[in-house]
């Protein structure tokens, strides 16, 4: 099942909702992490985001996406400069943003509309 999402609100953000940091609202990915994750794409210099329904996407600095999937998934950040990356709920609000050098970590798509890599 596709969600239905208003990937424009992303850009609508002020610089002051950019500068708060994330209060973990969104956040479960950390739960599990280290060995007992399979990340099925490792890509140097990027963040890589997978769906346990088989779908995956790479992100590079300065790139956004609309996330296309609800459910398990997994995401490894491996952008360089410790670049992070932010992700936002469905209306534009940030919800998550990974640490630097983080990953493979699993957890739930299904709150996460956008993405966005800062570098």
């Not at 950019?18 to 210099?45: D, I, K, N, P």
């Not at 493979?104 to 966005?116: A, D, E, K, Q």
Request: proline content about 4%.
């Amino acid at each position: 099942m596709r969600k239905k999402r208003n990937v424009l609100s992303v850009l609508g953000l002020s610089a002051a909702t950019v500068t708060l940091a994330a209060t973990g609202a969104g956040a479960t990915a950390h739960a599990e992490t280290g060995t007992r994750v399979q990340a099925t794409c490792h890509v140097s210099g990027a963040f890589c985001a997978t769906s346990d329904s088989g779908g995956s996407l790479v992100l590079y600095c300065g790139m956004s996406r609309g996330i296309p999937w609800s459910g398990g998934g997994t995401w490894n950040n491996r952008l360089p400069g410790n670049g992070v990356v932010r992700m936002f709920d469905a209306n534009g609000d940030r919800i998550y943003t990974t640490p630097a050098n983080y990953g493979p970590v699993r957890g739930n798509w299904t709150p996460v509309y956008s993405i966005r890599a800062d570098c």
